[in-house]
Each structure stands twice: as structure tokens, then as C-alpha cells.
């Protein structure tokens, strides 16, 4: 299972095989440019593969004041 | 996708660049759009004293960070708007990074000026986010002057850059478009005033300050929620994802072109006066943050 992680919020989602970054942003509706993607101590680009396990963070990036 | 630079897994992918970087090539890269930044619009000079305006936000700590380590001696200026548990967590994360980074740094509080922001919020009819960015310039502008600071930087980026002109457009205000830019020249008590991060998107001061482990303020300001620049930010998101770099040639096309004719339009206008009661420039007799403190102490 793939635990998602919004950072802003604290709420989780799981999803038992993601291919790339790009389907998961897609599922989640955000853009590439507004989030940071992040797993362990990296980033992720759009194009990167999540596969069946492990944990990803989302933090948003655009200021609100 | 590969490093443009070195060839290494990327972990940065820049669509307006069409390229993407590995973490170390990333840093190189920031920090030398924060150098062209300076150097292309003539912003300041090694030698010039420096302060910058810091919130405790990604893009101030980002770019106080990036100027030490381009070998720039700053000073952080803080103001501590007296906002409950917000302010507390803002101050103590800029103070920290400070001490952490041995960087000067010197905090206004709002409360001790009589103008804690809360109680602006309750006598004040108009959105709080512009009366509290009216007082946090004032601010910024008068401890530079009295201090003599020669030059004012803030933490703006391309982002917010392009949503503060597509607001004014939206408007058509020539005063605005006329002085919107980079740089705003020293003038009377006015401090000259500069962008440094005006060549980098909020995604990649944010990406700066995850990859260097810059621990800043996450959260919003309690009293930010419905800012229209959060909605022309949305919109121009959008354009920028079906138009990689619209951003930037917006904004570019708008310093070489548009500024130049506001500028002719407003050379003009009326000189401002000193305020009545701080002797800062103001339109009217006096400026717009001394009335609200008389407001706040009637």
C-alpha cells in the first residue's frame, strides 16, 4: 500500500499501486507546480514511478499570506 | 528524467526551462538566478549595507539564506504583528534561523508601536491583508531609513511579482504599473527597494529551502483566508501549465515595454508631502498608518 500524506491538512490516502507522480497528481487534482512531492529525503519529479509501498509527503507550495 | 547538468537522477523538473536538475545542480542554479536577479536590474552591491524584510516564511528565510551564502552581509529585519499563536511561531522561527545561521537580526514589535494587528482587525472597515501590508511597509521603509540601511530586500518572487501585475492590469492603474518592478529607487525617506528572488517561481524557493532543510512557517496567516492574490494565482497557474515560461514573459515583456510607458504617462504627478505626525511621505497631510494609529488610540 502507498500512504499519501497532505501535509497542509495531516489527511492520508492509500492506494495499493501508483505507476508514476504524474497519475498521482492527477488523482489528487493538483498541479505539478503548486506541490512539492516528496519521499524520504527527496523529491519527485512527474515522471518518477511510486510502485505498491512506502510513504509520500504533498506540501503545497503556493503562500497564503 | 536526467540532471541537464551532470547527467544524475533529477529531482527538480522545470517546464518553463524545459530542463531538470539533480539536487546539487538545483542549488547551483538558484542561487545564481538570485545573482543574475541582482546584478541584471543593478539591485545592490557587496558593498552597499543591507537589510531584508523577513517573515518566517519559505521565500525570506530562502533568500537570506541564498545572500549569505553569496557572500552578501544582511541584516533581518522581523516584524512581529502581535497575531496570536501566529506571530509567536513566525518570530521564533526567524530568531532561530538567525541564531542558527549567525545572521543579525532585529525585530519591530506591532503591539509596542500601538498598532497590534488584531485590534487594527476590529476598528478597521477594509480587508486586513492590505492595511496590515500598508503597515508592514511603513515599518520595513522607516527602521531602513533611521538606521541607514542603504537598500530594502524582500522575499518576492516571480509569482507574486505576476499576480500583483495582472491585478494591476486588471485595473489598468498607471501609478501601480508605473512603479511595479524589481527595483524602486531611493527617494527622500524612502529606502531604494529590491527583489532578488524576481527570476525564481514559489516552487523553487520552495524547493530551495526543502533541499538546503530550511525549517520555516507552514501555515497561513489566520486572518489570510479569501486574499485575491490567491485567486490570480490559481488562474495563472493555469496559464502557465498550457504555456510553460508565460510567467516570466509576462513579467519581462512588462519591465521592457509596459513599465516604460507608465512611467511617461505618471512622470507627472503631484510630489507627496510628509506625514503631519511621522514626517514620512504621505498623499495626504497625514500617512495612512498614523491615522489608524490615531484610530486604534481614540
Known sequence: ?65 | MKCRRCGELAQVALPSHHTGFCAPCFENYFLRQVERGIHEHKQFTKEDKLVLAVSGGKDSLGLLLALTELGYAVTALHIDLAIPVSSENARSTVEAFCAKHSIPCHILEMAGKGLPIPEVKKKVNRPICSVCGKIKRHWFNRYAFEEGFDVLATGHNLDDEVARLFANTLRWDQAYLAGQGPVMPAEGRFVKKVKPLCRLTEYETAVWCFLKGIDHVLAACPYSGGASFTGHKKLLADLEERSPGMKMQFYGHFLATGKPAFEAVVENAPPLKECSDCGFPSSQDMCGVCRIKRLLES
Do not use: A, C, W, Y
Open chain 1, 1 to 65: 500500500m502507498v500512504t499519501i500524506v497532505m501535509e497542509s491538512t495531516g489527511e492520508r490516502h492509500e492506494f495499493r499501486k501508483l505507476n508514476t507522480v504524474i497519475q498521482l497528481l492527477n488523482k489528487l487534482k493538483l498541479k505539478s507546480s503548486e506541490v512539492l512531492v516528496i519521499r524520504g529525503r527527496e523529491l519527485l519529479t512527474p515522471d518518477r514511478e511510486i510502485g505498491t509501498q512506502g510513504e509520500i509527503r504533498i506540501r503545497h507550495v503556493v503562500s497564503r499570506g
